[in-house]
């Protein structure tokens, strides 16, 4: 176990959890980043326009996709005026569906997709500072922006291939780009009960796959130094496809600051050290994500592997053979550290989560590495791709079974 007691000595480590404390506690406000501001108040806004600056993602309730925009102007009833600031923004299904396979609407008047770079306007109202599409007046990307507009295709390609593979496509859409529109709303609830939420969740988990398949080739070429830039790429091109979560971004600055460490030959700082960096990083970046349930679970769970593995390692190393031993530790610190956090975002904590990761996580770190071979197979050998879903979809059968029985663990419950 690290000794906080030596740990605290280090300005930037105490510094962070003195703001952890004032903020959670909520003795400190979080500020609120690129606040809406114009002369007509959000009360009166009828009609707002401006740029797409996050990928929609699905509601819970699955009416809606939320996506953030950031202003050049509004409207009232009876004039115009310019706008600053980056609100949420709550699209209908239909309308952002309205391209997806096997999602056609008949209502839907999309003119473009929606996505990162999207110029938009619409109707609608403010209600607590976020913005309520009633409808879409235009969207478009335009042809001038080629890497946004590249990315946009790039990914509703992507979702088609996947759909094409059925469920099986659906999960591995999620794994990958973080899109849910085609994961079962039965086999998410399935991953929660089950507390592997965090698989579902872009992380850590997923940039490490990507880094390592680039170490791979890195290490053919035989220049550290070279291995490392390729990792920091390879890591970047799958966050700018994937788009910004608070989980994957807290991932991102961490596995960036240790590569970046390697590159320019410094020694390396610890894991607590890099966790804390990573912490003040992003509350500059985006201070709404200090509320968010992924951004406070993702480090709550790393911050307890740091603090507490090396100790539960050493107990399950008595019992069990160390790989094992490896996992459990792990899923164990990540449970503890959390609970608090748990009980209060969601009322309830899942203790299987321990155990349910040591099964459950192998497989799908198998599943993302074929599922991404299969894709590549397909591209260039067309037949292919019905073979990738026959082997996708028995791989999904097996994890989809396996979560579906520690799911029927029942959580513990706090009313």
């Not at 990792?231 to 971004?249: D, E």
């Not at 164990?332 to 989560?353: D, E």
């Amino acid at each position: 176990m690290v000794r906080l007691s030596e740990k605290l000595q280090n300005p930037l480590i105490l510094s962070v959890l003195i703001s952890v404390l004032l903020i959670y506690s909520r003795f400190s406000k979080i500020p609120v980043k690129n606040p809406y501001f114009s002369l007509i108040k959000e009360s009166k806004v009828k009609i707002i326009s401006g740029e797409v600056v996050s990928s929609p993602s699905k509601t819970r309730n699955g009416k809606y996709y939320l996506s953030k925009v950031l202003l050049g102007e509004v409207q009232d009833s009876h004039v115009s005026a310019e706008a600053t600031g980056i609100v949420n923004m709550y699209i209908p299904s239909e309308y952002i569906e309205s391209f997806f396979p096997g999602r056609v609407y008949s209502e839907g008047k999309a003119s473009s997709i929606v996505e990162t770079g999207t110029k938009i306007s619409c109707k609608g109202s403010f209600s607590n500072s976020a913005f309520f599409v009633s409808e879409v007046i235009r969207s478009d990307i335009s042809e001038k922006n080629k890497i946004r507009l590249i990315r946009a295709k790039g990914r509703l390609k992507f979702k088609r291939m996947m759909f094409s593979w059925g469920k099986a496509g659906g999960l591995l859409l999620a794994l990958l780009s973080g899109a849910r529109e085609y994961t079962e709303d039965e086999k998410s609830r399935n991953f929660r009960n089950a507390g592997l939420s965090h698989i579902l969740a872009l992380s850590g988990m997923h940039l490490s796959m990507f880094s390592g398949i680039a170490l791979f080739f890195g290490n053919r070429i035989g220049r550290k130094k070279i291995a490392l830039i390729l990792q920091l790429l390879s890591i970047s091109i799958f966050v700018w496809f994937a788009g910004f979560s608070p989980s994957l971004l807290r991932a991102f600055i961490c596995i960036s600051v240790i590569l970046f460490q390697g590159i320019i030959a410094v020694e390396k700082s610890d894991m607590l050290t890099v966790l804390c960096f990573s912490f003040f990083i992003q509350t500059v970046i985006s201070p709404g994500d200090l509320t968010n349930s992924g951004f406070i679970l993702s480090y709550g769970a790393l911050c307890g592997i740091v603090i507490t593995g090396e100790f539960f390692r050493k107990i399950y190393g008595l019992l069990i053979p160390g790989r094992i031993a490896d996992a459990l530790s792990a899923s164990t610190s990540a449970q503890i550290i959390t609970l608090p956090a748990s009980y209060k975002l969601f009322g309830m904590i899942t203790p299987v989560g321990i155990i349910s990761s040591v099964f459950v996580s192998p497989l799908i770190t198998v599943f993302i590495y074929s599922g991404l071979l299969l894709i590549l197979l397909g591209i260039l050998f067309q037949p292919l791709v019905g073979i990738g879903e026959i082997i996708m979809n028995i791989q999904y059968n097996l994890i989809s079974n396996l979560v579906g029985f520690f799911a029927r663990i029942p959580p513990v419950i706090f009313e």
